[in-house]
């Protein structure tokens, strides 16, 4: 854990949780947003780049998928095909909806 806090975190502005549950509730909903494969993600080649210049016996790391989560608060649904129509990309990203 201490390569990822290391790798990933920036330690004045960010926390880093795993299997935590969700930070910010109550929530309407939240979208996972992410590269579709195939596609230029400059963040995931700039991870891989950089993990393989250190030499960690504990850590391989075959793959990454970062995922950007937005959190939408209220106590409606909102319209969703308007917010994504500004938030994604449909040619370069992929995304889901995850409901509370």
């Not at 850590?59 to 209220?74: H, S, T």
């Not at 319209?79 to 509370?100: K, Q, S, T």
């Amino acid at each position: 854990m201490q390569f990822l806090h290391r790798l990933l975190l920036n330690p004045q502005s960010e926390e880093m949780h795993v299997n935590a549950p969700p930070v910010i509730v109550p929530h309407v909903c939240c979208i996972n947003i992410r590269m579709r494969p195939g596609h230029l993600d400059l963040e995931r080649e700039y991870i891989l780049g950089y993990c393989r210049h250190i030499t960690t016996e504990d850590v391989q790391i075959a793959d990454i998928k970062p995922v950007q989560r937005i959190y939408l608060l209220g106590d409606r649904i909102p319209d969703m095909p308007r917010i994504l129509r500004h938030l994604v990309n449909p040619v370069i990203h992929e995304w889901e909806v995850v409901y509370a």
